[in-house]
């Protein structure tokens, strides 16, 4: 959304790809242990850590809005109201330099990184780099648009290290190269792996780089460029090597289908739970079946009488005869019973 209309059409704006607004995603604060320091104090040290270093030709100024001169620097700071910059004007030739430096060193464990926004307009700009100790980790140069933009920079190989670290700003040829810097957060990094994750519990899934860059700031970085999710820029703020080197679109839309120039993020599967005990089967108390008139009642066929065999029957068998005899005579007369009451209904 362009700030100055309220919509998203305005002069920072022109370029996004029109539709619906996507949902407003919350920043994500950094990591616990994290060192940020936005410049809204002045006092010295800054944030307890940051200090001018002694030796260089020009110290950074902490300013709100715009630099003096016309046509460099940045308007505003990216977030707050202020942030430091390296003043080109006056009595300045090209390669004098302002450092900016930690008071103490460091340590760094695993996943140590360093994160930072830089703004570097300007005809005649000069570079920005960053050390850690005497290592080049980062550096910038020439005019870079009027826009601030956000760099990460991964710190692993020092795990295990303590380290100093420095920005320092060059001067170019001229006037018009004013240096900014705002929103340092360095993360000193853990030991070890994460604390398990408790039985039962789904993982978040994290959020996507682009949605936190975006949901921080303006539109006014978009104008200088097209708005598909993945127009290339120097780099993202807490993006890591795979989103490297991409910008997300200032207009959200849902940041976790089109993250910067990478596959859409998997949902966590959550466990699954466990079964449940089975419950003691209970035994039914014994009942009195009820005894049901059926509808129709099919006809007993009747047993035909063994043939006759050669001899007299033995009492025994006499005996069991007369018994059939006599069943087959009683069920006769229960098939007539029940042929007269189904008969009267």
């Known amino acids: 959304m362009d700030r100055s209309t309220g919509s998203t059409a305005g002069p920072n704006c022109d370029t996004c790809v029109k539709g619906p607004p996507g949902p407003t995603v919350p920043p994500v604060p950094p990591p616990p242990g994290s060192l940020a320091c936005g410049f809204e104090s002045g006092a010295k040290p800054y944030c307890g850590l940051w200090n001018d270093a002694s030796g260089d030709q020009q110290d950074f100024t902490r300013k709100a809005g715009s630099t003096p001169s016309g046509g460099t620097g940045p308007s505003k700071a990216v977030e707050g109201h202020y942030y430091i910059y390296y003043e080109a004007s006056g009595r300045q030739k090209a390669g004098d330099k302002a450092i900016l430096q930690t008071i103490k060193k460091v340590a760094l464990k695993s996943g140590a990184d360093l994160e930072f926004d830089w703004h570097m307009f300007g005809a005649t700009m000069g570079s920005l780099e960053v050390f850690v100790d005497s290592d080049s980790v980062w550096k910038m140069s020439g005019d870079q648009g009027n826009q601030w933009q956000a760099s990460a920079i991964k710190l692993d190989k020092y795990a295990g290290k303590s380290v100093n670290i420095k920005f ?21 990094g853990s030991d070890g792996a ?49 989103q490297e080197g991409y910008k997300c679109c200032c207009e959200l839309r849902t940041a976790e289908s089109q993250p910067c120039g990478g596959p859409a993020p998997t949902p966590a599967t959550a466990p699954a739970p466990e079964p449940e ?32 065999t050669p001899g007299t029957p033995t009492q025994t068998e006499q005996e069991l005869l007369n018994k059939v005899d006599s069943l087959e005579k009683q069920m006769a007369e229960v098939l007539k019973l029940l042929n007269q009451l189904l008969s009267q209904r």
């Open 168 to 188: 320092v700003a060059s001067r170019g040829g001229s006037w018009s190269g004013d240096v900014a810097i705002d929103d340092i957060i360095l993360i000193p």
């Open 194 to 242: 994460p604390a398990p994750t408790p039985a039962g519990t789904p993982t978040p899934t994290p959020a996507s780089p682009c949605a936190d860059y975006c949901s921080r700031r303006d539109c006014s970085w978009t104008r200088s460029y097209s708005c598909p999710w993945t127009a290339p820029i120097k780099g993202v703020k807490r993006a890591r090597p795979e």
């Open 277 to 308: 005990p089975e419950p003691e089967p209970i035994t039914p108390a014994p009942t009195t079946p009820v005894p049901t008139t059926p509808a129709t009642v099919p006809p007993v066929p009747t047993t035909p009488a063994p043939p006759s």
